[in-house]
């Protein structure tokens, strides 16, 4: 059951739930062939977007799946300053799902997500290296489990976080976290807490090749709902960090002592919007607008101190969008014009007047790819 509904039914959200939309459904396994650019605009495409990411005011990335939640496809989009266009080519397009991406300049980027079928999945990475998008192999690699997301400071170092297992099994179910490291020629396999009966990482951000976080959810016997998992590289070891309640689905850094991460409270009851901050020395709940009928925060992005975005959706009789952001003081709900119907699932921002939020409109059941850009003053269609 895709996310939307299983909350609407309930107004309860788990770790797994969350994974589903993350890595699934709402929201895309290529072969190793390439593939190019192609020069057709895109308007709106059946299926949703997962990640987002940007290096300037000209280049982004995009990605998602395209198709239906039950029959996903592969889905990379670009922008270049004038239009996102869609990526095509030998392997793109193949069943399986993209849930994030990273980029650190116009010829090195990352993709993460799974191949196959959800029931079956093998995780996935994808490289850009200014000319094509390929397949790459690495211990993890291929084997049966989803990444949801990935950071990467350099072309020399990088994070990719997700699951073992299926999505079903991702939480409380066997699933247990994973994360894989790029050092600058293979990935592997890097060890991390893994506590409870089952755990998943949602979201990784990295400073440097010594300071990183990834933020997830994780049960136990007593907490079937999910527990917030938060865990923190030292440029040693990973190592698990308290946080109190609810459960994380993003996190962002600008520098060690400044993170910002985002999810919902969780619990039997109705879901609400949750953020928390990294001061240097602890995290601590900050306070974030909370719409009535309740909703959850997907992603994150922030640029300095004074400046951060956070996007979701809200519940009620249908999912509809939710942004706020941060200026240095407090969190404030941002409204947009046009359609808001849907979810948005990712956010990149690379100054104050440039930002891009990607998700979807429409239902669960009938989603297109939803893309809107922050140009320093209002949020519009991109």
């Known amino acids: 059951m895709s996310m939307p509904e299983r909350v609407l039914g309930s107004f309860r959200i788990t770790g797994a739930v969350v994974l589903a939309v993350l890595v699934t459904g709402m929201s895309a396994a290529p072969g190793a062939a390439a593939a190019g650019v192609s020069h057709t605009r895109v308007a709106a495409v059946s299926g949703s977007l997962a990640g987002v990411a940007a290096t300037s005011a000209r280049n982004a990335w ?47 980027a990352w993709a993460v997500g799974y191949a196959g079928s959800a029931a079956h999945p093998r995780t996935l990475i994808l490289r850009w290296q200014g000319r094509a998008w390929h397949k790459v192999s690495g211990t993890g690699l291929g084997a049966s489990g989803s990444l949801a997301g990935i950071a990467a400071t350099s072309a020399r170092n990088a994070w990719a976080v997700g699951n073992t297992g299926s999505a079903a099994d991702s939480v409380g179910y066997g699933g247990k976290a994973l994360i894989l490291r790029w050092t600058g020629s293979a990935w592997h396999s890097v060890r991390c807490p893994r506590p409870g009966i089952g755990s998943v990482l949602y979201a990784v951000t990295a400073v440097s090749p010594s300071s990183a976080w990834a933020v997830g959810s994780y049960v136990t016997k007593a907490e079937p709902f999910g527990l917030p998992y938060i865990a923190r590289w030292n440029g040693r070891t990973w190592k698990q960090v308290f946080f109190q ?14 993170a910002w991460a985002v999810g919902g409270t969780g619990g039997d009851g109705l879901d609400f919007p949750l953020i928390a901050h990294w001061n240097g020395s602890s995290w601590k709940q900050a306070h974030a607008p909370a719409p009535a009928s309740g909703g959850h925060f997907f992603g994150v992005a922030a640029t300095s101190p004074a400046n951060a975005w956070a996007v979701g959706l809200t519940y009620g009789t249908s999912t509809h969008i939710l942004i706020a952001r941060w200026t240095g003081h407090a969190w404030k709900r941002v409204r947009t014009s046009g ?28 989603p297109s790819t939803l893309l809107l850009h922050w140009n320093g003053s209002s949020w519009r269609a991109g």
């Open 62 to 108: 995009a990605v998602g799946h395209a198709g239906s939640a039950a029959h996903p496809r592969t889905l990379i989009l670009r922008w270049q300053g004038r239009a996102w266009h869609k990526v095509s080519g030998t392997g793109l397009g193949a069943s399986g799902s993209l849930a994030g991406i990273a980029a650190t300049s116009a010829r090195n």
């Open 245 to 258: 309640f609810g459960f994380l689905s993003g996190v962002t850094a600008t520098s060690v002592r400044d």
């Open 339 to 366: 359609r808001t119907g849907g979810a948005l699932m990712g956010i990149a921002a690379t100054s104050a007047t440039n930002a891009w939020a990607v998700g979807y409109t429409g239902t669960s059941s009938s």
